[in-house]
């Protein structure tokens, strides 16, 4: 078992940035790998980052490729998403999954967050 945390979210003026970060239980944290998700009002989640269990690669959506950055620390238990250069249609409730393979769809996760609101302004 699995429990997720997310913390960081906020309200940013568009070309801003924020950190998000997911804690995470457990001793099996690094047996994972970790993704993030967004759902903005209305709309399905869409995937938004996945690093693999010991940090050495990542895969990103196209519509953040280049803004965000994926990263994790095991020691902490703890993942993280760097946001940079945000815009507006970035505002979404942001999630961290947990996955035993490499995953892109959320029905291929197991453990989810409850996720943290991240607005930005124009």
């Known amino acids: 078992q699995v429990q997720l945390v997310e913390s960081g979210g906020g309200l940013v003026q568009a070309g801003g940035s924020l950190r998000l970060s997911c804690a995470a239980s457990?001793?099996?944290?690094?047996?994972?790998?970790m993704g993030w998700f967004r759902q903005a009002p209305g709309k399905e989640r869409e995937f938004v980052a996945i690093i693999s269990r010991n940090g050495d690669a990542s895969y990103y959506a196209d519509s953040v490729k280049g803004r965000f950055t994926i990263s994790r620390d095991n020691a902490k238990n703890t993942v993280y998403l760097h946001m940079n250069s945000l815009k507006p249609e970035d505002t979404a409730r942001y999630s961290c999954?947990?996955?035993?393979?490499?995953?892109?769809?959320?029905?291929?996760?197991?453990?989810w967050g409850q996720g943290t609101q991240v607005t930005v302004s124009s």
């Open positions: 999954a947990a996955t035993i393979g490499y995953a892109l769809t959320q029905s291929e996760y197991r453990y």
């Open positions: 457990g001793r099996t944290f690094s047996s994972y790998f």
